[in-house]
């Protein structure tokens, strides 16, 4: 019962890439699924979150505006599209599931491999 991240890359500022959160072994229509992110060196935090029963979406002061997430229940994939892209985006971006998005990180699980976005010219 995991993640897999994909879709990361290397972009140039001002550019965009979609990230894809595949569940395998359960069900994303049950949970409220975050995107978080971990820079270089730095603590790992919390960037989106959708919930599962009204589709809410929560996203830190940072990626508003320029980041959206979404979930396909049907393929079992939760995407995060971001736009506008910043030297300070890069980080290796996972996503994990938990009961509401109101939940602390420490409450998320099943968390994968990650995928790698980096934001150079």
């Known amino acids: 019962v995991q993640f897999v991240e994909s879709g990361g890359g290397l972009v140039q500022p001002g550019g965009s890439l979609r990230l894809s959160c595949a569940a395998s072994?359960?069900?994303?229509?049950?949970?409220?699924i975050g995107w978080f992110r971990q820079p270089p060196g730095k603590e790992r935090e919390g960037v989106s979150c959708?919930?599962?029963?009204?589709?809410?979406?929560y996203y830190v002061d940072f990626v508003k505006g320029r980041f959206t997430i979404s979930r396909d229940n049907a393929k079992n994939t939760v995407y995060l599209q971001m736009n506008s892209l910043k030297p300070e985006d890069t980080a290796n971006y996972y996503c994990?599931?938990?009961?509401?998005?109101?939940?602390?990180?420490?409450?998320?699980?099943?968390w994968g491999q990650g995928t790698q976005v980096s934001v150079s010219s």
């Open positions: 994990a599931a938990s009961r509401s998005c109101q939940d602390a990180q420490s409450d998320f699980g099943s």
């Open positions: 959708i919930n599962s029963r009204d589709g809410s979406t």
């Open positions: 072994g359960f069900t994303l229509d049950y949970y409220a």
